[in-house]
């Protein structure tokens, strides 16, 4: 059986014969039938619950006559992506600020959670970063196409048609590397903050760790700021008009 933390261990108590059942209906026979359910996806699972339920607190307390300290929270943070992807993008920004300000947090609070006790971030397990990385990849691909149509495909012929062959292979090597970059950034710094922390609190429990935990949330906020600004210059270069 794998190591399991506390949280993890309730949902596969719970939900492990439903789960294994699911699993094998796909045709993927999970490892531990009595364990299916890993550490980083039950943490991404209370992740994306505290969310659901913060967003639900927010749309209740909504008011304009006297807004509340969360409202201006999230409204300060909302200004904040508009004002980032309105440079980069143009003043045609709004329809993209849902997905940039979902993802920003959901990354955000999955870089944060290893900091409680009894958690761990999932973004520290490759699979969740390049998960994350490929709902950016689609999402850009999807708005490119959506806006110019199939016309779109002419961002991967280059400028000149006739380097278009050569182009053609540089540019979707070119996309797939982002792939690359945005999961190895993030996984490689939540990765490398979470061992730091681990073996210097190994090392001196008491006092230094709260340093290195500063640490790793200064860094916990830049790699979300990070992958979501990467993901507003892709949607920018999809939705770029020809001149």
Known sequence: MPEQLWFTHLLNDLLAAPVTAFLRMLHHEPKYP??????????????????????????????????????????????????????IIGHHTEPYIPFLAILFLFVLMCNLIGLIPGFESPTAVP???????????????????????????????????????????????????????????????????????LVFFSMIPIGVPIIFSGLHIMVAVLQAYVFMLLTVIYISGAVAEEH
Request: net charge neutral.
């Open 127 to 197: 699979a969740v970063p390049l998960g994350c990385a490929l709902c950016s990849f689609f999402y850009y691909q999807v708005q490119g196409f959506k806006h110019a149509g199939i016309g779109y495909l002419k961002h991967f012929l280059g400028p000149i048609p006739a380097l278009a062959p050569i182009m053609l292979p540089i540019e979707l090597i070119s996309h797939c590397a982002r792939l690359l970059s945005l999961t190895v950034r993030l996984w490689a710094n939540i990765f490398a903050g979470d061992l730091v922390g």
């Open 34 to 87: 009595a364990a299916p359910i890993s550490n980083s996806f039950a943490m991404e699972l209370l992740v994306f619950f505290f969310l659901l339920a913060l967003f639900l607190l927010v749309r209740s307390r909504l008011s304009v006559e006297s807004p509340r300290a969360l409202q201006h929270a999230f409204e300060g943070l909302e200004g904040f992506i508009v004002g980032q992807s309105r440079d």
